[in-house]
C-alpha cells in the first residue's frame, strides 16, 4: 500500500507556503495551483523526492498540497511559512477529473483518510486565492 495524503492547503489569514522534502524513501509530491484568474488555475506539478535525489519543493500559498509515498517508511519533512490553523485547514479532492493529476501508484493501491477521500473537487470551492493577492 502506498499511503495518500492530500490536496491540503490553509487560507487566509493563515494561508501557508511549504518547503517540502523527503528524508527517507521516496514520494511524488504534488502542488495545484488555486488561485482563481492565474493563468495556471487548476494546473499541477508532479516531483519526485527522494532521501537520495535531495530535491525539495517550494508550495507557494495559494496552491495545494499532496503526496503519495512510493516505498514504506518514507519520512516527509516540511518548513512552513505560516502555524496550523486548524480554522483555516482545507482541502481539494485528490482524485477531482478536472485536475487530472497523475498520482504514479494505482488508486487501489493506496491508503488514506477519510477526510481526504471526502473533500470537495475544485469546481465546488469558493474564491479562496484571487490570482495577484496571495
Known amino acids: ?3 495518500l495524503r492530500g490536496l ?3 487560507t487566509a489569514p493563515h494561508a501557508q507556503g511549504k518547503l517540502v522534502r523527503c528524508i527517507a524513501g521516496r514520494m511524488r509530491d504534488i502542488a495545484v495551483d488555486l ?5 495556471t488555475y487548476g494546473r499541477h ?4 523526492l527522494s532521501a537520495e535525489n535531495h530535491v ?5 500559498p495559494g496552491f495545494a498540497h499532496g503526496f503519495v509515498t512510493l516505498e514504506p517508511d518514507t519520512r516527509i519533512f516540511y518548513k512552513v511559512t505560516d502555524y ?12 477531482d477529473p478536472d485536475l487530472a493529476v497523475d498520482w504514479g501508484v494505482p488508486a487501489e ?7 481526504d477521500r ?6 465546488e470551492l469558493p474564491v479562496l486565492f484571487p490570482h495577484g493577492l496571495v
Do not use: K, N
Not at 506539478?45 to 519526485?48: I, S
Not at 525539495?56 to 507557494?60: A, R, V
Not at 493501491?109 to 477526510?115: G, N
Open 1 to 3: 500500500m502506498h499511503t
Open 8 to 10: 491540503h492547503f490553509q
Open 35 to 39: 488561485r482563481q484568474g492565474s493563468p
Open 45 to 48: 506539478v508532479a516531483v519526485e
Open 56 to 60: 525539495q519543493l517550494w508550495i507557494p
Open 84 to 95: 496550523y490553523a486548524p480554522e483555516c485547514d482545507a482541502g481539494v479532492a485528490w482524485d
Open 109 to 115: 493501491e493506496v491508503s488514506m483518510s477519510d477526510r
Open 118 to 123: 471526502a473533500l470537495p473537487r475544485l469546481a
